[in-house]
């Protein structure tokens, strides 16, 4: 759900009472919905992303709430900051090392859709970037609203060349995608190559005539949560439909996903099943189809395999587990040695310290041929560490550190070299991209020009206890001078799941990327708890927080706001919580639960059902994490914090404005229309803002400034203006 994982992965308020329901605004839209919305069985028929009678509820919505934020005497000053800002100052893009050449996936203004980019590589740095692809381009020309999964481009490239790639374009930004064969060399498609129609797809090279291939389409097995549930091995020339079928999991599990490793005769497919996101299987695929389990313990970190070097699967325990006769205590990092015939396969890499913690899979963790690096924190503080395999077991270092507010990522490593991709950025500090060969000075490839003046802020560690006494660490970013007895507006966001950490980085695209920069410049404050469900302590924190205890993580969140009011630090009227996918869960909860706390929801593509929620989008893959809905015990627990049931007539409740895409199969429409219909029906000030693409990835400001620009809207006209 995060970025996810492409993607993962993955992304905000009017006083009082000039927004009610009672006076002009969006309100009048509740005439739209069904004459009996009390019991919460009549707003299902809101949940089908495309049926024409919900979609016709969700347009209309869209369009008085855009109506009625474009008229705020805020607006046209903030979209036009913002797309200055956008035109000025586009983020930097990720860079990926592919052997002789390096690539890249650029999205400015102009190109906002994004242009695939490859360079060749030499000794002293990379070369001139050269366009092979413009997406924007291709939309037009094919009529597709295509967009780029671009997390997917370093594990779809055949090596060692890295050549021919399977891109993954998805139409509208959904999760289902085509799978088309790409020439990197000629900038081209290729004539006749391996494509699909758009399903829930991913595809490896075996060879370069063959794939391993896992699809939804003629009826292929599925898992619970409608992935591809079989692999099948696909030849160059042959129909799709005729692939034999080499391995199949249970349509239980909650997805299967496909790395590869090694290449030439040692090529493997990695076959990862992520039965729930809590316990992973992996089994080895080889050209000729043959399988091997990998033999380690299912209670893997999220998201089970993080790293793979030439011959290595790096992974994580979430528990202590005995392996091969040792025992090995929760969170220390394993390898998994694939080309060995016999024996000792496992070994440890790197046994975390006392408070220290391997808390993001996504962007922490890499591996080149042979070496591993991994981002620790220690007090929220980054360290680079490397870990090199030796006769006598892995050696490791530490290599680079950081600073309060900032981080370190790591994500180019060069899988058939040891150069790599490092990252810095923070709260303050714009994000820098350095090629690094270890042992050597660190070359500049990107530096991302200054969007505001940083010095006129400050980046905190502090501290609140939460209800019952645990700790919970929280970044606040402020201006250096505050206004003597004025509350500051602030702006809270978190997520608290999956065993996920948000991390600090430049104009966060968590919170919405360029148009945090109008906040910050008009004096507002943002917070960042580490609240448990995340991985910021550990699995140990994750799973504080799961199904039963899930309030916990609320009461963390809440415990925060709560020591900032009490501070004077801000007040609740100027007080907002903004999250995305399960931080639109987070959001949505804050603002029913606790709604004396806060000013201002913004809610955006969020789960709001937590009684319906296996049954829209992926949603039946999360049961391990939120509960299972037909259990009565975790339908209690569900339905004492779930937003939609927990709507109350009577209730003042702050303004909520909730975004969502039609094309968001991820989580699903239905979430937010429902939760907007229950807030329309008891008299709330809501806003609803669909855009028909952009899948879970719709908070985009350079596709979508004008939606970032009425969110911006929202929070500055509902915290500032007091």
């Not at 409608?226 to 034999?244: E, Q, T």
């Not at 091969?324 to 205590?329: C, K, L």
Request: charge should be neutral; aromatic fraction near 8%.
């Amino acid at each position: 759900m995060k970025k996810t994982v492409a993607s993962i992965l993955l992304l905000f308020i009017s006083t009082w009472g000039a927004n009610t329901w009672g006076g002009a605004g969006p309100q009048s839209g509740a005439s739209a919905l069904p004459k009996s919305t009390d019991s919460l069985e009549s707003l299902i028929w809101l949940e089908n992303p495309t049926d024409p009678r919900a979609l016709q509820w969700a347009r209309e919505q869209t369009r008085r709430s855009q109506e009625d934020l474009k008229k705020k005497v805020s607006y046209a000053g903030v979209l036009a900051e913002l797309q200055r800002t956008l035109k000025a100052s586009a983020p930097i893009p990720d860079v990926v090392l592919l052997g002789t050449r390096a690539a890249r996936f650029e999205r400015d203004s102009a190109n906002p859709h994004g242009l695939l980019q490859v360079a060749d590589r030499f000794a002293s740095g990379i070369g001139a970037w050269r366009t092979v692809l413009d997406v924007d381009a291709l939309r037009k020309a094919e009529g597709k609203p295509y967009e780029l999964q671009w997390y997917s481009v370093k594990d779809s490239c055949l090596p060692p060349a890295y050549d021919r790639c399977v891109l993954r374009l998805s139409p509208a930004g959904s999760d289902e995608v085509e799978l088309r064969e790409f020439d990197l060399s000629a900038g081209q498609f290729v004539e006749g190559g391996f494509r699909t129609p758009a399903s829930r797809a991913f595809a490896v090279w075996l060879d370069k005539d063959r794939l391993a291939i896992c699809h939804v389409l003629y009826d292929s097995p599925k898992t619970i949560a409608g992935w591809g549930a079989a692999v099948r091995i696909w030849h160059r020339g042959d129909a799709l439909a005729k692939a034999n079928v080499v391995f199949q999991a249970p349509s239980t599990d909650a997805i299967l996903q496909l790395y590869g490793v090694g290449e030439g005769a040692d090529r493997r497919v990695i076959v990862a099943r992520a039965i729930d996101y809590s316990h992973f299987s992996m089994t080895l695929l080889a050209p000729d189809g043959a399988t091997n389990p990998v033999r380690l313990p299912a209670r893997l970190k999220p998201f089970g395999l993080l790293a793979t070097t030439a011959r290595h699967l790096i992974v994580q325990l979430a528990e202590d587990a005995t392996i091969e006769g040792r025992r090995i205590p929760a969170e220390t990092v394993l390898s998994y040695d694939v080309t060995a015939a016999s024996g000792q396969r496992v070994q440890v890499v790197y046994p975390p310290h006392q408070g220290e913690f391997l808390n993001d899979a996504i962007f922490g963790i890499t591996a080149t041929h042979s070496a591993v690096y991994f981002v620790a924190t220690r007090k929220l503080v980054p360290h680079l560490i490397s870990a090199n395999p030796r006769p006598g077991g892995w050696v490791t270092r530490e290599e680079l550190g950081a600073e309060v507010g900032q981080s370190l990522k790591i994500g180019g490593a060069d899988p058939v070299g040891s150069d790599l991709i490092v990252q810095t950025t923070g709260f303050l500090t714009p994000t820098r991209l350095e090629l690094w060969h270890p042992g050597s000075q660190r070359v500049l490839l990107q530096a991302e020009e200054a969007a505001f003046d940083a010095s006129r802020f400050v980046v905190e560690v502090r501290t609140a206890s939460s209800k019952d006494g645990t700790s919970i660490d929280y970044y606040l970013v402020r201006p250096r001078q505050l206004p003597a007895a004025t509350p500051t507006p602030t702006l809270m966001t978190g997520y608290g799941a999956f065993g996920i950490s948000f991390t600090p980085s430049y104009l966060d695209g968590e919170v919405g990327g360029r148009s945090l920069k109008v906040w910050l410049e008009r004096d507002g404050a943002l917070v960042l708890p580490a609240i448990r469900g995340g991985g910021e302590r550990g699995e140990a924190w994750h799973q504080a927080a799961i199904r039963n205890r899930r309030q916990l993580s609320y009461d963390d969140f809440a415990a925060v706001a709560e020591s900032l009011v009490k501070s004077g630090f801000t007040s609740p009227a100027h007080l907002g919580v903004f999250g995305t996918s399960n931080g639109g869960l987070l959001a949505a909860t804050m603002g029913t639960q606790r709604p004396d706390l806060f000013g201002g929801v913004v809610s955006d593509v969020p789960l709001t059902d937590m009684l319906r929620f296996p049954k829209m989008g992926m949603g039946a893959a999360w049961m391990d994490e939120y509960g299972n809905p037909d259990n009565p015990a975790d339908a209690k627990t569900l339905s004492a914090y779930s937003p939609l049931q927990n709507v109350r007539k009577g209730v003042h409740y702050p303004p909520f404005l909730l975004t969502i895409s039609t094309a968001d199969n991820r989580v699903g429409p239905g979430h937010a229309r429902k939760l907007a219909a229950r807030l329309l029906k008891v008299g709330s000030s809501v806003y609803f803002i669909e855009d028909e693409e952009g899948g879970h990835g719709v908070s985009d400001p350079l596709t979508r400034p004008e939606v970032m620009a009425a969110r911006m809207t929202f929070l500055i006209d509902n915290l500032m203006h007091h």
